[in-house]
Protein backbone atom coordinates (compact mmCIF):
# COMPACT_ATOMS: atom_id res chain seq x y z
CA UNK A 1 0.00 0.00 0.00
CA UNK A 2 0.79 3.60 -0.61
CA UNK A 3 1.49 5.61 2.16
CA UNK A 4 -0.13 8.59 0.99
CA UNK A 5 -2.85 7.14 -0.20
CA UNK A 6 -2.96 3.87 2.83
CA UNK A 7 -5.95 2.39 0.39
CA UNK A 8 -4.75 2.52 -2.76
CA UNK A 9 -2.04 -1.17 -3.93
CA UNK A 10 0.94 -0.50 -5.45
CA UNK A 11 1.98 -2.66 -8.22
CA UNK A 12 4.95 -4.57 -8.06
CA UNK A 13 7.21 -2.17 -10.73
CA UNK A 14 5.65 0.74 -8.04
CA UNK A 15 7.27 -1.38 -5.27
CA UNK A 16 10.28 -1.51 -6.41
CA UNK A 17 10.81 1.78 -7.36
CA UNK A 18 9.95 3.44 -4.23
CA UNK A 19 11.42 1.27 -1.74
CA UNK A 20 14.50 -1.41 -3.30
CA UNK A 21 16.97 1.41 -3.00
CA UNK A 22 16.11 1.67 0.55
CA UNK A 23 17.29 -1.31 1.40
CA UNK A 24 21.17 -0.55 1.01
CA UNK A 25 20.70 1.97 3.46
CA UNK A 26 20.03 -0.51 6.31
CA UNK A 27 22.11 -0.91 8.94
CA UNK A 28 23.35 -4.20 7.63
CA UNK A 29 26.49 -4.99 5.78
CA UNK A 30 26.67 -5.50 2.30
CA UNK A 31 26.34 -8.97 1.64
CA UNK A 32 23.38 -9.16 3.84
CA UNK A 33 21.97 -6.06 1.98
CA UNK A 34 22.22 -7.80 -1.21
CA UNK A 35 20.96 -11.41 -0.21
CA UNK A 36 17.63 -9.07 0.98
CA UNK A 37 17.23 -7.21 -2.32
CA UNK A 38 17.60 -10.60 -3.82
CA UNK A 39 14.96 -11.59 -1.85
CA UNK A 40 12.71 -8.62 -3.61
CA UNK A 41 13.69 -9.57 -6.51
CA UNK A 42 11.92 -13.13 -6.16
CA UNK A 43 9.02 -11.40 -4.60
CA UNK A 44 9.09 -8.78 -6.93
CA UNK A 45 9.94 -10.16 -10.09
CA UNK A 46 10.93 -6.75 -11.44
CA UNK A 47 13.50 -5.45 -13.43
CA UNK A 48 14.34 -2.45 -11.61
CA UNK A 49 15.25 -4.39 -8.15
CA UNK A 50 18.26 -5.77 -10.80
CA UNK A 51 18.96 -1.90 -11.27
CA UNK A 52 19.14 -0.12 -7.95
CA UNK A 53 21.61 -3.27 -7.20
CA UNK A 54 23.66 -1.90 -10.26
CA UNK A 55 23.40 1.04 -8.64
CA UNK A 56 24.87 0.29 -5.47
CA UNK A 57 27.82 -1.62 -6.89
CA UNK A 58 28.73 1.49 -8.86
CA UNK A 59 28.08 4.07 -5.83
CA UNK A 60 30.82 5.54 -4.20
CA UNK A 61 30.89 2.37 -1.45
CA UNK A 62 30.90 -0.35 -4.14
CA UNK A 63 31.41 -2.31 -4.99
CA UNK A 64 29.40 -5.43 -3.37
CA UNK A 65 30.93 -8.43 -2.66
CA UNK A 66 31.74 -10.29 -5.78
CA UNK A 67 30.64 -13.92 -4.74
CA UNK A 68 27.36 -12.89 -3.30
CA UNK A 69 26.74 -10.40 -6.17
CA UNK A 70 27.46 -13.35 -8.95
CA UNK A 71 25.86 -16.29 -6.75
CA UNK A 72 22.37 -14.21 -6.32
CA UNK A 73 22.38 -14.25 -10.21
CA UNK A 74 23.70 -17.93 -11.25
CA UNK A 75 20.78 -19.53 -8.49
CA UNK A 76 17.94 -17.37 -10.26
CA UNK A 77 19.37 -18.26 -13.89
CA UNK A 78 19.43 -21.87 -12.29
CA UNK A 79 15.76 -21.65 -10.50
CA UNK A 80 12.76 -23.13 -11.85
CA UNK A 81 10.91 -19.92 -12.63
CA UNK A 82 10.70 -17.48 -14.83
CA UNK A 83 14.15 -15.61 -15.42
CA UNK A 84 13.18 -12.86 -17.24
CA UNK A 85 14.56 -9.80 -14.95
CA UNK A 86 17.25 -11.54 -14.52
CA UNK A 87 18.34 -12.41 -18.08
CA UNK A 88 17.08 -8.45 -19.01
CA UNK A 89 19.69 -7.23 -16.68
CA UNK A 90 22.53 -9.41 -17.70
CA UNK A 91 21.88 -8.36 -21.44
CA UNK A 92 21.29 -4.62 -20.91
CA UNK A 93 23.35 -3.64 -17.95
CA UNK A 94 26.09 -5.75 -17.40
CA UNK A 95 26.69 -7.70 -21.00
CA UNK A 96 26.32 -4.48 -23.50
CA UNK A 97 28.85 -2.66 -20.97
CA UNK A 98 32.30 -3.67 -22.10
CA UNK A 99 33.62 -2.58 -19.13
CA UNK A 100 32.15 -5.25 -17.14
CA UNK A 101 30.49 -8.15 -20.30
CA UNK A 102 33.64 -9.54 -19.71
CA UNK A 103 33.70 -10.50 -15.84
CA UNK A 104 29.71 -10.57 -15.81
CA UNK A 105 30.24 -13.63 -18.81
CA UNK A 106 32.36 -15.48 -17.11
CA UNK A 107 31.05 -15.35 -13.69
CA UNK A 108 27.26 -16.95 -14.98
CA UNK A 109 28.66 -19.22 -17.25
CA UNK A 110 32.38 -19.31 -19.05
CA UNK A 111 33.39 -20.40 -15.69
CA UNK A 112 31.60 -22.54 -15.17
CA UNK A 113 31.24 -24.59 -18.83
CA UNK A 114 33.11 -27.41 -18.52
CA UNK A 115 31.02 -28.35 -15.27
CA UNK A 116 28.23 -28.13 -17.29
CA UNK A 117 29.73 -30.42 -19.62
CA UNK A 118 30.99 -32.62 -16.99
CA UNK A 119 27.33 -33.42 -15.15
CA UNK A 120 24.80 -32.17 -17.30
CA UNK A 121 22.58 -31.21 -14.82
CA UNK A 122 18.94 -29.68 -15.63
CA UNK A 123 19.80 -26.43 -12.75
CA UNK A 124 23.27 -26.02 -14.89
CA UNK A 125 21.84 -26.71 -18.85
CA UNK A 126 18.80 -24.04 -17.34
CA UNK A 127 21.50 -21.98 -16.44
CA UNK A 128 23.26 -21.92 -20.14
CA UNK A 129 20.50 -21.86 -22.09
CA UNK A 130 19.89 -18.30 -20.84
CA UNK A 131 23.23 -16.88 -20.62
CA UNK A 132 24.06 -17.78 -23.93
CA UNK A 133 20.42 -16.79 -25.58
CA UNK A 134 21.04 -13.07 -24.22
CA UNK A 135 24.93 -12.86 -24.43
CA UNK A 136 24.72 -11.57 -28.17
CA UNK A 137 26.22 -7.90 -26.93
CA UNK A 138 29.26 -9.93 -25.18
CA UNK A 139 32.48 -9.75 -27.50
CA UNK A 140 33.32 -12.25 -29.51
CA UNK A 141 36.51 -13.43 -28.13
CA UNK A 142 34.90 -13.21 -24.41
CA UNK A 143 32.05 -15.85 -25.17
CA UNK A 144 33.48 -18.07 -28.27
CA UNK A 145 35.71 -20.56 -26.16
CA UNK A 146 31.93 -21.46 -23.99
CA UNK A 147 29.97 -21.15 -27.24
CA UNK A 148 32.96 -23.87 -28.71
CA UNK A 149 32.18 -26.04 -25.70
CA UNK A 150 28.45 -25.77 -25.31
CA UNK A 151 28.07 -26.87 -29.15
CA UNK A 152 28.80 -30.57 -27.95
CA UNK A 153 26.10 -30.41 -25.94
CA UNK A 154 23.01 -31.14 -28.32
CA UNK A 155 20.61 -29.69 -25.18
CA UNK A 156 22.28 -26.41 -26.10
CA UNK A 157 22.12 -26.03 -29.76
CA UNK A 158 18.98 -24.47 -29.43
CA UNK A 159 20.72 -21.28 -27.03
CA UNK A 160 24.14 -21.64 -29.14
CA UNK A 161 21.79 -20.51 -32.34
CA UNK A 162 19.81 -17.92 -30.11
CA UNK A 163 23.14 -16.33 -28.67
CA UNK A 164 24.70 -16.12 -32.72
CA UNK A 165 21.03 -15.05 -33.77
CA UNK A 166 21.62 -11.98 -31.40
CA UNK A 167 25.17 -11.82 -31.85
CA UNK A 168 24.23 -10.32 -35.50
CA UNK A 169 21.41 -8.63 -34.84
CA UNK A 170 21.75 -7.00 -31.44
CA UNK A 171 23.02 -3.16 -31.51
CA UNK A 172 26.02 -4.13 -29.52
CA UNK A 173 26.55 -7.74 -31.22
CA UNK A 174 29.62 -9.24 -31.72
CA UNK A 175 31.04 -12.18 -33.79
CA UNK A 176 33.36 -13.69 -36.25
CA UNK A 177 31.93 -14.54 -39.14
CA UNK A 178 33.94 -17.33 -40.33
CA UNK A 179 34.17 -18.51 -36.47
CA UNK A 180 30.82 -18.33 -36.18
CA UNK A 181 29.51 -20.01 -39.24
CA UNK A 182 31.62 -22.89 -38.21
CA UNK A 183 29.50 -23.12 -35.12
CA UNK A 184 26.55 -22.69 -36.69
CA UNK A 185 27.12 -25.96 -39.37
CA UNK A 186 28.03 -27.55 -36.15
CA UNK A 187 24.70 -27.21 -34.90
CA UNK A 188 21.73 -30.17 -35.11
CA UNK A 189 19.09 -28.09 -36.31
CA UNK A 190 15.69 -28.81 -38.13
CA UNK A 191 15.62 -27.47 -40.83
CA UNK A 192 12.88 -25.07 -40.97
CA UNK A 193 13.95 -23.14 -37.66
CA UNK A 194 13.35 -19.67 -38.49
CA UNK A 195 15.88 -17.30 -39.32
CA UNK A 196 18.51 -20.08 -39.93
CA UNK A 197 19.18 -20.11 -43.52
CA UNK A 198 19.45 -16.18 -43.43
CA UNK A 199 21.74 -16.95 -40.77
CA UNK A 200 24.28 -18.82 -42.65
CA UNK A 201 23.56 -16.15 -45.96
CA UNK A 202 25.31 -13.34 -44.13
CA UNK A 203 28.00 -15.23 -42.05
CA UNK A 204 28.60 -17.00 -45.73
CA UNK A 205 28.86 -13.60 -47.25
CA UNK A 206 30.99 -12.39 -44.02
CA UNK A 207 28.83 -9.84 -42.68
CA UNK A 208 29.15 -9.18 -38.74
CA UNK A 209 26.41 -7.41 -37.63
CA UNK A 210 23.13 -6.20 -38.96
CA UNK A 211 23.47 -2.79 -38.26
CA UNK A 212 26.34 -2.40 -40.12
CA UNK A 213 24.91 -3.59 -43.57
CA UNK A 214 21.22 -3.30 -42.87
CA UNK A 215 20.33 -4.65 -46.49
CA UNK A 216 22.23 -7.79 -45.73
CA UNK A 217 19.52 -9.14 -44.09
CA UNK A 218 17.03 -8.43 -45.70
CA UNK A 219 18.69 -9.36 -49.02
CA UNK A 220 19.24 -12.88 -47.08
CA UNK A 221 15.98 -13.28 -46.44
CA UNK A 222 14.56 -12.96 -49.71
CA UNK A 223 17.73 -15.25 -51.16
CA UNK A 224 16.19 -17.97 -48.75
CA UNK A 225 12.29 -17.46 -48.95
Known amino acids: MSDEKPDTLL ?7 SWVGDVFAEDLNAADQ ?28 GPLPADVL ?3 Y ?14 YSLWVDWFEDHATSAT ?8 DIDRVLAEQSEVLLRRARRVLECSGPVRWTVK ?12 LHSAVFRGL ?6 VYGDL ?14 PANTQHLAALRHVLVAGHTNHYRGPAAWDDAVRSCS
Not at 11 to 17: D, F, K, R, Y
Not at 34 to 61: K, P, Q, S
Not at 176 to 189: F, K, N, S, V
Open 34 to 61: MRLAFGLLDLLDEYWVTCEIRFANDDAE
Open 74 to 87: RRRLEADRGADAVT
Open 165 to 170: LTSFHD
Open 176 to 189: DPTAALRLLDQLDL
Open 144 to 155: EPAYGLAVRLPA
Open 70 to 72: WDG
Open 11 to 17: TANQVAH
Open 104 to 111: AFAEVLGN
